[in-house]
């Protein structure tokens, strides 16, 4: 299997991570769009979220749970944003299940 989060997962892509437990890892976004760009990526494979199932709905918990204790160890007091692209409409370009943590400014206009 050709992945590029497998492989930063298993250390033999290198990535800058800010935070790992059993069940996830994150790491620095290569091509930051906020003073903090993290992605908060689960350790099993999963495609995308359209690819959930029952037996991953802990795993998804974990994921938020990790974005808590991300804000804590980067400061962001004021708060941040997680984002998940889900396939070709919402442009996903990795197919590895991955959340985007954004913070550390203002982010101004909502879209939603
Ligand atoms: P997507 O568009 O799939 O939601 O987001 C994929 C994200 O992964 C992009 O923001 C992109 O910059 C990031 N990315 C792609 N390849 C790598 C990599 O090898 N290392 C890191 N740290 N980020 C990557
Ligand atoms: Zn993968």
Redesign the pocket.
């Known amino acids: 299997m050709d992945c590029?989060f497998c492989e930063?997962i298993k250390g033999n892509?290198p990535?800058t991570k800010v935070y790992e437990d059993e069940f996830v890892t994150a790491?620095?976004?290569?091509?930051p769009q906020m003073p903090v760009h993290v992605?908060i990526v689960p350790k099993k494979h999963i495609a995308s979220a359209n690819d959930l199932t029952e037996e991953d709905a802990v795993l998804v918990g974990k994921v938020f749970l990790a974005a808590k204790a991300i804000a804590e160890k980067l400061g962001l007091e004021n708060g941040y944003r997680i984002i998940n692209?889900c396939g070709e409409d919402a442009?996903?370009?990795?197919k590895h299940l991955?959340f985007?943590m954004l913070g550390g400014k203002s982010m101004g206009e909502k879209i939603i």
């Open positions: 590029v930063i892509i990535s790491f620095n976004d290569l091509n992605l692209n442009g996903q370009t990795v991955h985007h």
